[in-house]
């Protein structure tokens, strides 16, 4: 229910804030999407120097002129000993803590220039992707908070990134999957060990079909389901090739993933940066948003809206 003697517009923004967690004058001053938002899930080995890069695509996007929303897990305390407990209110008070609704903790991360109406906006949400159980002893969960905070998020996003549980694709929920794969660019030969002395290993060139079908085989069984259709696989590494390809080795490479289903997408060269500044460029998505973007983030990001 709106405020008495609201206008249409301010009544809608108000709703607005439900899913972008900003000052509704903020979300007023640009138009809504012409449709509902799409929803991409960035699937990525645990590496490092990976981490960014879905919060990267994201600021590309936005700096493109698209409104970009990260929902990231907001987790609700959890389950301790006290639930278990003879007293009372120490019971009923774990219980109820278990149980509290956070509701949405929004941030509003990067905005464009004051005047302009369609101009690009990235916003960070923390919500509940699931229910505790009414019992404690099971373990089933309800998935609605996420489900709502998608088709809220799908109303006035033109895309919505599912953050967080990268090896774990969410195939009901999500519209594109994209896998980000820490590969040296496309192997163009492979190592063999013969025998226990160092002499005995042998390097073998490899053909693009048996490139192409190692990049699929070392970067994709970290997850636990596989999706049955991929957007593609973006690639990224923190040094140069090893060896340069021969001439139309990498096009035979691509022409083999699209074939398999996963084209590449782009490759993106990983900035060098130490664990420390990992960690809180990794906790904290408004460095990342500040920073540079690593050199291949853009191409990346425009190549995967042309294929939607």
Not at 67 to 76: M, S
Not at 120 to 141: C, D, F, I, M, R
Not at 234 to 249: N, T
Not at 283 to 303: H, I, M, N, R, Y
Request: include cysteine; aromatic fraction near 6%.
């Amino acid at each position: 229910m709106t405020k008495s003697g609201a206008s249409g517009p301010k009544a809608r923004a108000r709703k607005a804030q439900q899913a972008a967690g900003v000052r509704y004058t903020q979300v007023r001053r640009a138009a809504l999407p012409s449709r509902n938002g799409r929803t991409v899930q960035f699937l990525l080995e645990d590496r490092y120097e990976l981490s960014t890069l879905a919060v990267q695509i994201a600021a590309a996007w936005a700096l493109q002129g698209m409104r970009v929303l990260l929902v990231h897990e907001y987790k609700p305390s959890g389950i301790g000993m006290e639930l278990y407990s003879r007293r009372a209110r120490e019971r009923k008070a774990a219980e109820q803590r278990l149980q509290e609704w956070p509701g949405y903790r929004s941030t509003l991360l990067w905005k464009a220039g004051t005047g302009r109406d369609q101009g690009g906006l990235l916003v960070e949400q923390h919500t509940p992707w699931s229910t505790p159980p009414a019992n404690p002893k099971y373990l089933t969960t309800d998935d609605s908070p996420l489900r709502d905070a998608l088709q809220l998020g799908r109303r006035h996003f033109d895309c919505i990134v599912l953050m967080g549980r990268p090896t774990w694709p969410h195939r009901e929920l999500v519209d594109h999957f994209v896998v980000l794969a820490a590969t040296n660019g496309a192997p163009v030969a492979e190592t063999l060990t013969h025998g226990a002395m160092p002499e005995e290993r042998r390097e073998h060139p490899l053909t693009p079909e048996q490139s192409a079908a190692l990049l699929r085989e070392r970067h994709l069984n970290f997850l636990h389901h596989r999706p049955t259709a991929f957007l593609g696989m973006i690639s990224g590494s923190r040094q140069l090739p090893a060896a340069e390809p021969k001439p139309g080795f990498i096009h035979a490479v691509e022409a083999n993933m699209t074939a398999a289903g996963i084209p590449l997408l782009g490759h993106v060269h990983v900035g060098h940066h130490d664990l420390a500044t990992h960690a809180r460029r990794t906790d904290q998505a408004a460095l990342v948003v500040a920073s540079p973007l690593d050199p291949g983030v853009a191409q990346a990001a425009k190549t995967i809206t042309n294929r939607w």
